[in-house]
């Protein structure tokens, strides 16, 4: 072989490696290979922000959606049907109770009435002449026919008398005594008659006159009354002081009876109406302090709890709440949806940390994150009682003594390395690297 073969052979030879060197040079760490230096890189320190629990007082805070309600409302329909003659108010428009809002054509009944009423005037006269002049009459020409019945008893009982006087004498003949007899029987019956009479008068026609007049009288007055009832349905007024919200009409179009045709609704106090659990309408009662949060209306409006119903509502088992609120500014508006906040149950000394600093598992449990004296994070499950929204009382599982982590503890796995710092630095992966 020449000199220039073997120089050739040498260097294919440099330049192929067998693979098992390749393999066992890949298998190497990265600190071993050539011109590196301090490759492993430090933990990381994430910064999370922490305190301690703080004792205080704690009050439960139930929150659900509510619409706002007038405290009183009318929804005036007219009793009868007629076209309407003319409109007193206007939308929005404040009326007072007993204000007359709108007229209804009426004059066929105010010609009804007009015609009971002349009805009404006649049984009034007739009454007073069955009790002041006919009644006292026929009683006194009873009374009368009973006296000369009775002076036409005594003429004949002395007539009598006298007769048998001088028919024992032999003054006069026996036929004269028997006619003296006769008159006598027939005046004795005409005064039993005439008392009779009299006294039937006084009993029977007296009392049964009066009741005939005065039915007679009543009657008139309900006819009257009634046709005077329906002049009134034909001038609706307002029950009620509030504003009027609905007005569908217009003068001349025909009002339907039963059909509303205005509405005046109270808006001085208005009521948020809600619907609560069970569970937790168990804690409220009336008078207790609430909150209403209204769109557009940058402060919370302070509201009462003034009922709480004492029945389920059967469609969702639910306790419809009631919270009042003042409105004589006229600011809120009817129909509104809004949030209610009701303070609940209240604890006077409690151990609080934020709501940020409860970690929820999987499985609903409750937990925080505490920064140990290794420097590191550790889970640790709690108990909880009232939530405020802010704060939350934990009932067991910390120490005062503990540092709660407040802020950053999102996804951080026990163990982690933390620093507490500001929270405007979310994380800080410290110094290091490859040189």
Not at 26 to 46: D, R
Not at 349 to 359: C, M, T
Request: glycine letters at 8%; a neutral charge; charged letters at 20%.
């Amino acid at each position: 072989m020449s000199t220039t073969t073997k120089q050739s052979t040498t260097r294919s030879t440099s330049l192929v490696r067998p693979s098992w060197v390749l393999a066992a040079a890949m298998a190497l760490p990265v600190a071993f290979l050539p011109g590196c230096k301090n490759a492993a890189a430090p933990p990381v320190l994430v910064t999370v922000q922490a305190q301690h629990p703080v004792q205080g007082p704690i009050a439960e805070q139930i929150t659900a959606d509510a619409i706002l309600a007038p405290i009183a409302q009318a929804a005036i329909a007219p009793k009868i049907s007629a076209p309407v003659r003319k409109f007193y108010v206007e939308r929005g428009q404040r009326v007072h109770a007993g204000e007359l809002l709108v007229t209804l054509e009426n004059n066929d009944l105010a010609a009804a009435a007009t015609d009971n009423k002349g009805s009404l005037e006649a049984a009034q006269a007739a009454y007073a002449t069955a009790t002041k002049a006919q009644v006292p009459e026929d009683t006194l020409k009873a009374e009368s026919d009973l006296a000369a019945a009775k002076a036409n008893l005594d003429l004949n009982k002395s007539i009598v008398k006298s007769r048998k006087q001088l028919f024992a004498e032999g003054a006069i003949p026996g036929r004269d005594l028997d006619t003296a007899k006769a008159a006598l029987v027939q005046a004795q019956a005409a005064y039993d008659a005439a008392s009779q009479h009299l006294e039937l008068v006084r009993s029977v026609s007296h009392e049964a006159a009066l009741k005939a007049a005065k039915g007679q009288l009543t009657s008139a007055e309900g006819k009257y009354n009634g046709a005077e009832a329906q002049v009134n349905y034909s001038q609706i007024r307002s029950p009620i002081d509030g504003v009027v919200t609905d007005r569908p009409l217009f003068a001349g179009e025909t009002a339907p009876a039963g059909t509303p045709l205005i509405t005046v609704m109270d808006t001085t106090v208005l009521l948020a109406k809600t619907h609560i659990a069970h569970s937790l309408a168990q804690q409220l009662k009336v008078g207790e302090a609430a909150a209403v949060l209204v769109p557009g209306v940058a402060d919370p409006v302070s509201a009462k709890v003034t009922m709480v119903s004492p029945a389920l509502d059967p469609g969702s088992t639910t306790v419809e709440v009631w919270l009042k609120i003042d409105n004589k500014t006229g600011k809120l508006k009817v129909g509104t949806p809004v949030k209610v906040s009701i303070t609940g149950r209240t604890v006077a000394q409690a151990w609080r940390v934020p709501d940020s600093a409860i970690v929820t598992a999987d499985d609903g449990s409750k937990s925080v994150m505490v920064v140990g004296s290794d420097g590191e994070a550790h889970r640790k499950p709690v108990t909880l009682g009232i939530d405020d929204g802010t704060d939350v009382q934990v009932l067991g599982g910390l120490a005062p003594t503990d540092l709660v982590i407040t802020g950053g503890a999102y996804a951080l796995d026990e163990g982690a390395r933390v620093k507490i710092g500001p929270a405007a630095n979310n994380q800080d992966t410290g110094s290091g690297g490859n040189n």
